[in-house]
């Protein structure tokens, strides 16, 4: 499998498998540490970086930012994607209740504080982080216009959105959404069962998985379901002489026909190494299903 | 925010909150009084008078006409919506079952009716009461196309129906649906996760929305969610120094980006003054969301 | 009723009633009885017969084929409908796990299989069994492409489709899919909850009605759902002078807008004269509501 992928006929290319940042704040990298760690990735074909605004309560940006600002040449050879929307609550932020905002001057602001904290002059994907019920599309397609004009964002695209919702924001903008950045995994099953997968294939759409690993639940093997799924992935390692589970569950979301971009959120590079290990191997069916049913806990009819 | 919205682009107005007449045969006015009564409506502002066909069972519409036919100048100054396709079972309706009808014929014969009851040659919007199972969605587009030509009926619309059933029937009609009526309030977000109310935000169309206040529950603090979303109101209520709670209420809807139009239920004037000084209430996504979470039960996430 | 109806602008005809084939093998014919069975099927009208790969274990598609090889002037009396993408675990079948194949090759072999056992150089209709959530439908559309290019297949359709998987094969095609084989019947409304009845109204796409009498729970009056049912079926049967409450569910069926088209899967021609009978039926609405609320186990609101 090739390593980049194209997500946009007008130009936009990502790495097959996406670099997490949302702990970033939490694995302590020196400023040295996380200019290895960003140059690792890049040797393994990993160019895209996944951010929000919310990430490490508003920090994760600004530590990823900082290593921008002394290696400019580094900008053009990776693709950062980052998100707005979410209103934390806490003591950083004592709003009288968590909530979303996806009002156009809110965007506008969101976007104009990542530019600074990435000490960079655009952001190449920008996402609507959660559904907002009270959201007006024609704002969100408004702000995006003028975000795309500013040349501050190139492409745009959602998270965690349903079919309808995806639709009607679509529908008020002139450019395309990009990409709907959901959960997928074995162990979360949500978006074939409410057809997301499904309607993302119709649109040609790639979505960005996270939580590909389910947050470890998925080698959990004192839950039932966590222990069904890590038997079948060792079942389905023996066919590929590999024993890195991680491996396989990579490429059980990387051989799905959708064109899924899995998110590695680990610190650890190795980790990242396992997940683009999977691009060598290609599955069958009867290996695919052998994950999914054990996801499932049955058999299909 | 303005007092008349524009249901569709082809003309029609409708007030911003709309009079509900289902319990109007429960209010016991005289003549005189429900001439007044509607008199108060339009000098608030209140021009649209909702009912249905089987309201009072099938008694409202007749008690409204009667003072239609003595003040023939009122017609113009008002819109009326009314609806059909339900079949009562009871005493006076000894049918072996309640059931659904949206038969070209029986939807002729329940227009005709109703204009007699009226004491009106035309009905502003004609809406389909429930989504008829059975329902054949060419029939009622004819139906609907024969009323629309001969002047009885000038829009229509439905209630209660899912996105889907909303398409088809509208797939066969050469005119617009105009609305969907269906239940929303803090206490029932259905339509808001069944994606409803983004569907309607797409094809720009205004939802009326009926029982606003859920019947009462949402003041009922005898019971957890009720108490919940009680409490919020009354938080969001200090805000705009009011203690109606139920203009807080109708802030909440008429707030919403999608255009809810409200149907006031009370026969008490004072009820719908209440609900038409929320016009003047502007939310800030903060203020919607202590609401939302409090309905939902849980901060989103 | 007209015992013939069109399925595909086209041309495709389907009888109003479909043989299914499912436990052919289990019917114990010889070949002489299952070609006075098949004959009698014609002379009530019933010229189209449902099977799939898989049906008897992968043996019933050969033991119906037998009939047409000695009978050549029979293949163009009738409409064979096969099916594809069920691969079996079992004895005969020892995979690892049971799963779906919609693989372009598959799908091919699967067809030259069906053609080889059936005795015949095309199938009228094939249908994808399930639908597959490793599908690639390109592939699928590819491989209709070549079937219906080889005259191999006339027509495709799919079975046991949501909406938005239909949307997205069909997306696909440059031919149209000409059905959804779902199951139907008062014991099972899945699809009126799921709306998937509504959609095939708005592309005008007659839905087959696999399992219409729920493998006969519909009769079982030890179940209270079966027992409900049981008793509505008595009520209206009476309206027909019919002891035969299968009559009535196929009427039921039949009189619904969508255009089902029932599949009877009994081996005895009495049965299946019982579905043809029910042709003669024209429910009104309060007719079919009383069986749809029994199935419901409340009256519509």
């Given amino acids: 499998m090739e390593m980049t992928i194209s997500v946009s006929k007008s130009g936009l290319k990502f790495s097959r498998i996406v670099q997490g940042m949302m702990r970033l704040n939490q694995w302590n990298f020196t400023k040295t540490e996380l200019e290895e760690f960003v140059q690792k990735c890049i040797n393994l074909g990993v160019t895209t970086f996944d951010h929000a605004d919310i990430y490490g309560n508003h920090t ?20 950062i ?21 996806t009002r156009k001057e809110h965007i506008l602001e ?30 969100i397609a408004e702000a995006f216009y003028q975000l795309s004009k500013a040349g501050k964002v190139l492409y745009f695209g959602v998270s965690n959105f349903t079919i309808q919702q995806f639709k009607t924001l679509q529908s008020k903008m002139n450019l395309n959404l990009v990409t709907n950045q959901i959960e997928i995994s074995p162990y979360n099953l949500e978006h074939f069962q409410n057809d997301n997968i499904y309607f ?27 222990k069904r799924i890590t038997n079948a992935l060792k079942e389905v390692a023996k066919d590929f002489n590999t024993e890195s589970l991680d491996t396989i569950v990579y490429a059980w979301l990387l051989n799905h026909p959708v064109g899924i971009i899995p998110i590695s959120g680990s610190g650890k590079i190795q980790r990242l190494k396992n997940a683009v290990d999977a691009l060598e191997i290609k599955m069958d069916p009867e290996q695919w299903y052998i994950i999914y049913e054990a996801a499932l806990g049955q058999r299909v009819p």
């Fill in 110 to 139: 969101s976007v104009d504080q990542s530019l600074k904290n990435f000490n960079t002059n655009y952001i190449d994907l920008l996402l609507i982080h959660r559904p907002d019920p009270f959201m007006n599309p024609e704002e």
């Fill in 200 to 226: 993302l294939m119709e649109k040609n759409i790639n979505p960005m998985a996270w939580s590909p690993l389910a947050g470890g639940k998925l080698f959990n093997i004192n839950d039932d379901k966590g």
């Fill in 60 to 79: 994760c940006e600004a530590i990823f930012g900082n290593i921008l600002k002394d290696n400019p040449s580094l900008r053009n050879k990776i693709q």
């Fill in 81 to 101: 994607v980052t998100k707005c929307g979410i209103m934390l609550k806490n003591e950083k932020f004592p709003r009288r209740v968590a909530h979303y905002n």
